[in-house]
C-alpha cells in the first residue's frame, strides 16, 4: 500500500468550537504567526477556525479539535486522515463517494456490487480517505450532505457524510435522473473519476479518427434501415447486431447465412438467455429483426473469426487505470470464455476466465508470435483510451475488450467506462485485483487536488 502523509485528529472538549490546535510538526508548514484564521475542509465541507500550536507535540501528526467540531465536519476521533496543507488550508481526505443503485437488503445495500464496495472501502482507511457508497436518492441539496453506507466491524450501516471530493461512478445505464445528478454535483466543484457512459456507436466514431487504429477496428455501421443489415450479411455471410447503449452482452444479435443457401441462422442473447431461430428469406429476416430489435438504436459489425477455447468464444480484457500519479497504466488483463453455445464472451452471461498467454500459446505455438500479439493488445488498448479520453474527458480507468482472430490479428470491439473484475478473481490473481480495487481511490487523491497534477497527453 502507498504510503501518504496521514494526521490523526484528536477530541478535546477544553477547545473552543472555533479553534483548531495543531502539532508543531503541522504547525511548521503553515505560517501561523501571520495567520489569524485557517479554512479547514472535509469533503465540500468547510469550515474557519483560528489554528493554535501544541507546543507540547513536537513529532507528531496531530489535530486536536473541539467534539462539536469534530462531529459538523464529520471526523472521528483517534483516526488517521490523508492530509494536505495548503495557502491557509488544511484538508482531510480525501472524501469519496461511490454512486450505485441500492438496494433494500441491509446487509447487502448495493446488490451484487456490494462486496467490491467493501473491499473499497475497507481499503480507504488504510489510505487515510472518507469513502462510502450512495444513490442520487440520498443527497441532500441544500445542506451539501450525503446519507449513504459504509462499512466497518464486519457490517454496513448508514450514515451521514459530506458532498465528497470525488466521484466514482458505478451506476447503470444512461439514466436521466444520474445525469442530472452529476451535472449539480460537478456545479457544485464534485470531481468525478469517469465521464457519463457513452454508446458503442460514439466510441466507434471516436476510435475511427485515428488512422493507427483504423486496422484494428471491425467494420461497423449505424443500423438506420434493416438494408444495411442485408448489405453487410451479403459482405461478410455473417454480423453482430449490438444495442448502442447495451450492457453485459445482452440484448445482441448474431445473423449468418448459411453456406451456398439463402437461409439466415439466428442467435439472440437476452435476460432470459439465448433464443435461436432461422429465416428462409432476407425479408423474413427482417421481421423478425424488427420484432427483436424494437425501439432500440443498434450497430451492426463484421463478424470477427475469432479465435476459441474448447469451441467457446472469447476477447481479452485489458484493466487500465490511472493512479496518484494521474498517468494510465495497464493493471491486469485476462481471457473471458463464453459458455458453451454463447454468443458473447461474457463472465455474467456464464463465461469463465483464462490466462492470455497461456490460450495465445496454445492456438499459435511460436513464442514469437505471441510476443508480438501481446504487444499489439497493448499498443491497441492503450491508444484507444488516449484517443477515448481526448474525446471525452479525462477518465480514470476503462475495460478494453480485444478480440484476437485465428491469423493473429488484434481487434478492437469496445471500451468500458464501468468494468468488472470478475476476471481477476476467478484466476485467483490477488495482487491484480487488490489494484483495480485501489487504483480508483488512489486517482481520486490526485483528482482532489492532494498530488501535484500532470497536464493531459
Known sequence: MNQFRMVTIASNPRLSTDTVLLSSKIAADIDIANLPELTFGVGLHRKILKPKVNTKVNNKNLISLNPSTMRRLFLSSGRKYGIYIGAAEIRLGPVVGILAETSPDANRPFAGQSGFFQQMITASRRLGQICFGFSIYGIHWQSNTVSGWTYSGGRWYRATFPLPDVVYPRAKGYSAAVNSARRNMQSRGVAFSNPALIGKWQTYKIISQHPELIPHLPDTQLVTNLKQVDSMISKYRGVYIKPVNGSMGRNIIKVVRGPGTNRYHIQYRHSQGTFYGSASSMSALRQKLRRIMGRRRYIVQKQINLIRSGGNILDVRVFIQKDHSGEWSITGMACRVGR???????????????????????????????????????YVAKEAVLAIENAIGPSGEMGVDIGVDRAGNVWFIEANLKPGRQVFRMLNETRIRRMTVVKPLLYARYLAGFEPKKPLR
Open 340 to 378: 458453451n453455445g454463447s454468443i458473447t464472451s461474457n463472465i455474467c452471461s456464464g463465461g469463465y476466465a483464462m490466462r492470455v498467454t497461456g490460450v495465445l500459446r496454445v492456438r499459435f505455438q511460436d513464442e514469437e508470435k505471441v510476443r508480438e500479439i501481446m504487444e499489439t493488445i497493448r
